[in-house]
């Protein structure tokens, strides 16, 4: 009986989520909110590199960012940490994915 009400819990918090149906979305960096982090954190770093050196290096690290680091649903990722189960499904889907679209694509 606890299961069934865990679950309609999680299906009422899903809902009411600020986060429904975009569970996980790429972080949004862009190289002048690093310039400031780094001002702030490391003040006269800017000064030490060029002005076009920083501008690069930041903007690598800001495309880096995106493609590394999501922002994700709380209770999504709670629930990929309790059932190992569904982060393979999840996975499993993920390394299938160019196969199961060239599959699509063939059937039509």
């Avoid at 986060?19 to 954190?41: A, G, H, K, N």
């Avoid at 690290?61 to 209770?75: K, N, R, T, Y």
């Amino acid at each position: 009986m606890s299961d069934i009400l865990e679950e309609a819990s999680a299906l009422v918090q899903c809902r009411e989520c600020p986060w429904y149906r975009t569970c996980v979305t790429p972080m949004r960096y862009t190289s002048e909110d690093l310039r400031r982090q780094m001002q702030s954190t490391i003040p006269g770093a800017a000064a030490a590199m060029g002005e076009t050196e920083l501008q690069s290096f930041l903007a690598n690290i800001a495309a880096a960012a995106q493609s590394l680091i999501l922002e994700g649903c709380p209770i999504f990722i709670q629930r990929l940490r309790t059932s190992p189960r569904l982060a393979i499904k999840i996975k499993q889907i993920m390394q299938n994915w160019a196969s199961e679209t060239r599959d699509e694509v063939s059937d039509n």
